[in-house]
């Protein structure tokens, strides 16, 4: 069945650009039918739903986040990325990626990004 | 952005028993409402899609309902394996897809 595995710095410096890859095992990403999304967990303020892409590089943000965020797709690889600019200490989070298709299925294991000095 | 409320946040249970969470959205969502469950450290676990379908591997004492605004998920007879973080996201329209504050379930 379909995995997907975040990868990534756990650790950020304030003002910088978080990037994480999510690679896709058991399956193509090329899949129609499906988009793949990212999402986020704070300790405090819960689940957060960062945006998606489709394989065609098409994609779609939290406009709450919209200003900072960019992802991009291998389809070569069966990768997906996401780009967080400008990171504060409020970014520090578990950041998921997962498959959409009508609900959020499977998911990664997740990745602790901590943004500090 | 559609808000999604639950309600308790969280509960305290005895194997064997019947739990009832519920959800509320801030507009009518259809039957566009997944329910989650995350255990410490791992991700959430997709138990039912669609407000009332069961996800394939998902044991039968789990079930839900709902349509429009407001939603439940109930465990029929709490397992101890069931002791967890439940939340409930809605999928309608168009994104964000916005996600409850979280119920946690744990022993009495």
């Known amino acids: 069945q379909v995995q997907l595995q975040e990868s990534g710095p756990g650790l950020v410096k304030p003002s910088q650009t978080l990037s994480l890859t999510c690679t896709v095992s058991?399956?193509?990403?090329?899949?129609?039918?499906?988009?793949w999304s990212w999402i986020r967990q704070h300790p405090v303020k819960g689940l957060e739903w960062i945006g998606y892409?489709?394989?065609?590089?098409?994609?779609d943000y939290n406009p709450s986040l919209k200003s900072r965020v960019s992802m991009s797709v291998d389809t070569s690889k069966n990768q997906f990325s996401l780009h967080l600019s400008s990171v504060t200490a409020a970014d520090t989070a578990v950041y998921y990626c997962?498959?959409?298709?009508?609900?959020?299925?499977?998911w990664g294991q997740g990745t602790l990004v901590t943004v500090s000095s | 952005d559609i808000q999604m409320t639950q309600s308790p946040s969280s509960l305290s249970a005895s194997v064997g028993d019947r739990v009832t969470i519920t959800c509320r959205a801030s507009?009518?969502?259809?039957?566009?409402l997944n329910w989650y469950q995350q255990k410490p450290g791992k991700a959430p676990k997709l138990l039912i899609y669609?407000?009332?379908t069961l996800q394939s591997g998902v044991p039968s004492r789990f079930s839900a309902s709902g349509s429009g605004t407001d939603f439940t998920l109930t465990i029929r007879s709490l397992q101890p394996e069931d002791f967890a973080t439940y939340y409930c996201?809605?999928?309608?329209?168009?994104?964000?897809?916005?996600f409850g504050q979280g119920t946690k379930v744990d022993i009495k």
């Open positions: 997962a498959r959409e298709g009508g609900r959020t299925d499977p």
């Open positions: 058991g399956g193509s990403i090329t899949n129609d039918g499906y988009y």
């Open positions: 892409i489709f394989y065609s590089g098409s994609t």
């Open positions: 507009q009518s969502i259809d039957n566009y």
């Open positions: 669609a407000a009332s």
């Open positions: 996201q809605q999928s309608y329209s168009t994104p964000p897809w916005t």
